[in-house]
């Protein structure tokens, strides 16, 4: 009889133990679920899952290269290049910046801002292919490519309390100077990167004696 009684004490002891030690989907002490448990058991996020954009949410991080969702439901496409650059494709047009750039994501949706000299943070709304289309009206111009030796670039613009976050479009284009046909004139264009806005505009001195430029 006694045998029967140790034989049982010695399984409830082991018992006990193995439960202790198997994970369960409760936190040990506190009888609250364990998310990464609960997120492996229905398929979203955890270490195995595929969903992991609620990561980081709320959080401000350096940007990260990869597909990101704009605050507008916009497709952003973010590209690391050489000298610490980033580039950044939305719509088929692209912006270079060596800016730092932070995210943070808001109901799955990305948020870019980044801290300018002053000290002050300016939140990027206006995005590469909506600047790029405002800065070619502009300049009277129909495309903006490196193909044709135009650039785009992302960057800090002006000085102490009048800084701002800005794209600025250069390019060249053909114009008539005294009725010569083929004459390069330097041109280019800055876009507030908040509220889209023309801040300033760049042309050759002679610029004025010259006639319409033949549209490219």
Not at 11 to 21: D, K, N, P, S, Y
Not at 53 to 71: C, D, R, V
Request: glycine fraction near 12%; aromatic fraction near 4%; proline fraction near 3%.
């Amino acid at each position: 009889m006694k045998k029967i009684f140790i034989i049982i004490g010695v399984v409830l002891m082991l018992g006990l133990v193995f439960a202790a030690e198997s994970p369960g989907i409760h936190e040990p002490g506190t009888g609250l679920a364990n998310p990464e448990l609960m997120a492996q058991g229905s398929g979203q996020g955890g270490v195995n899952g595929t969903q992991l954009s609620n990561i980081g949410e709320g959080q401000k991080i350096q940007l990260q290269a990869g597909e990101h969702i704009g605050e507008d439901g916009q497709r952003m496409m973010i590209q690391t290049e050489s000298n610490n650059q980033m580039r950044l494709e939305v719509g088929g047009e692209s912006a270079k910046t060596s800016m730092k750039i932070d995210q943070e994501m808001t109901n799955g949706k990305t948020k870019l801002t980044t801290q300018l000299s002053n000290g002050k943070n300016a939140e990027i709304k206006v995005m590469p292919d909506v600047a790029s289309n405002t800065a070619l009206e502009r300049l009277r111009l129909k495309t903006c490519s490196e193909e044709n030796g135009c650039s785009i670039e992302l960057k800090e613009v002006g000085a102490g309390d009048k800084a701002s976050l800005a794209y600025e479009v250069k390019t060249e284009r053909q114009s008539r100077f005294l009725g010569v046909f083929g004459a390069k004139m330097q041109v280019q264009a800055q876009v507030d990167a908040e509220t889209g806005e023309v801040l300033d505009i760049k042309k050759p001195w002679w610029a004025i004696l010259a006639s319409e430029p033949a549209e490219e």
